[in-house]
């Protein structure tokens, strides 16, 4: 049975909650946190901004940020190229070409395993589909290039991560990598506010200025 339609009458409403002390008032109140944010901020008691880039914000452990390659003990890359990654991806910016690996227990491994970072969304689609843990995402976001060419990144690039020590480990299938190896440590961050200021309802991560050079 289909009810019948609903009728409200906004005006009503106004006029009853409507009264002579809310008009006069309610702008005053309004007025009055006005002046006492403002107050906060000139005194820097209460700051709502970081100071980027020496004062950063804490990212969760599941962040999608640039990716990275896992190995195994002896240092070879864990992938097994079964192109479930590349199957998966929504943007196909992963680009795998296999090869026939040295221990019969491994049937394959990439020769050539590169991901176009332009192309890339960073859904972490490629995380989910692979089997062997072998590709993580981290939580760098600063990503920049001079070239085309700087921007795929090989085998190489995306297993040889110093700077990660600082930025962290992002989205991942587990907390705790059981059997793949990173090519870095990660550094016990220490979360912390800028001096004489207050973070408005966050804390802020204290991270050096990195300098890379993936050439190198």
Known sequence: MKRPAITINVSDIAERETSFAKEMFAPLAGMGLTFTRMMQNVSGKIRPTISYPEERRSYSERYR??????????????????????????????????????DPHIEKYPTRFEIDMLRCVFCGFCVDACPEEAIIMSRETEICAFSRDETIWGIERLMRRPELAEFGLGYRPNAELVDSRLAFVPKEKLIMSMPNSITLKEKAEMIPHVTFDPRK
């Open 65 to 102: 940020g640039a990716h990275i390659l896992t190995a195994r003990e002896d240092g070879s890359p864990r992938c097994v190229a079964c192109y479930m990654c590349a199957t998966a991806c929504p943007a196909d910016c992963i680009y795998i070409e296999p090869g026939e690996h040295p």
